[in-house]
């Protein structure tokens, strides 16, 4: 199954030129079961790396453009009034959330009560609607992208949605090389029909996230994991500017998010167990926004990045 994975993850990365890492980052998330936000100035292939993954994939992708109009039965789906003679009667249709692969694009386009109407279909698996209940498929993951929220027409996400999501994966500019290298990808696809790619079965991912649920956690990462988190919570007692720069730390789903992506990394690395260097390799996403900056450390222009990079050199590895 590896293997397959593998070349799943090989086949992305040739419609994505060089954003491996954010590929990476991604399948991480899938096989984790969790949501991912993606985050980059405009014309970065946001929408294009998710609708990358989603043709390779045995799903059904929906696409919901946020924009400011959108009102929340538009995502979720409401109740219809139907007449079949003389007998009306509701009936649920179902929204654009009821699919496998969610692109929620430009998700902070939207206000923040149309953002909200997807927190329920997030962390419970299922939507409530009219007082019934309507459960989301097995394979459900919703991948959202947005701009910057400096940028003009924004809002920013509320942080209680910003924690549903288990990774925060940046996409930067492309080196020079890389942008070559999509201008003649880019002329190969407008020039011929394309190969259709191969696609990687449901069972497969669900079977791996079984033997992802079998790598062993020893109590000594537990610890590495708590003690990092519990760092952002407390970080004067390790370092005088992290104590100046968190306002508000990472919350116990920082610990969980930490626990499931490290075990994928340890399992992509073909280890039975998870390691420092496995919980390290996904601290980034996990953690770049579960933390509140403070005031200082916005008017010093210390990026969470930072701040996480602070963490890793103050807290203790396990031995």
């Known amino acids: 199954m590896r293997e397959t994975i593998l070349r799943f993850e090989a086949s992305v990365n040739e419609a994505i030129v060089g954003q491996q890492a954010v ?3 991604i399948l991480i998330a899938l096989l984790a079961d969790g949501h991912v936000l993606l985050e980059s100035l405009p014309g970065l292939a946001k ?19 946020f924009t400011p109009d959108l009102l929340p039965s538009d995502i979720t789906g409401a109740e219809t009034l139907l007449q079949s003679g003389n007998e009306r009667t509701l009936s649920f249709q179902p929204g654009p959330i009821f699919g496998n692969l969610i692109l929620a694009d430009e998700i902070n386009r939207a206000p923040a009560k149309v953002q909200s109407a997807l927190l329920e279909a997030m962390e419970e698996r299922q939507i409530s609607v009219a007082g019934k209940t309507h459960r989301m498929s097995d394979l459900f993951l919703v991948m959202a992208t947005q701009n910057p929220i400096e940028q003009e027409g924004t809002y920013p996400l ?25 201008l003649r990808l880019l002329r190969q696809e407008n020039s011929a029909a394309s190969q259709a790619p191969e696609v990687l079965a449901q069972d497969v991912i669900f079977a791996v996230r ?26 004067a007692e390790l370092d005088n500017d992290l104590g100046k720069w968190i306002e508000i730390g990472a ?10 992506a490290s075990r994928v990394q340890a399992w992509l690395q073909e ?23 403070s005031y200082d450390a916005n008017a010093d ?5 930072q701040i996480i990079e602070r963490l890793i050199e103050k807290v203790a590895v396990p031995a």
Do not use: W
């Open 301 to 305: 222009n210390i990026s969470a990045d």
């Open 158 to 182: 509320p942080e209680a949605q910003m924690d549903r999501f288990l990774f925060k994966v940046l996409i930067n500019y492309p080196s020079p090389e890389s942008e070559r290298e999509m």
């Open 210 to 235: 079984r033997e992802v649920q079998q790598i062993s956690v020893a109590p000594a990462i537990d610890d590495y994991i708590v003690s990092l988190i519990n760092a952002t919570r407390h970080g």
């Open 47 to 65: 929408t294009r790396t998710v609708k990358a993954i989603a043709t390779r994939l045995a799903a059904t992708m929906s696409r919901i453009q």
């Open 251 to 260: 919350s116990p789903r920082g610990s969980i998010g930490l626990d499931r």
């Open 271 to 293: 280890r039975s167990f998870v390691t420092p260097d496995d919980v390290r390799a996904v601290l980034h996403p996990v953690l770049r926004h579960r933390l509140i900056l």
């Open 23 to 25: 590929v990476r980052q």
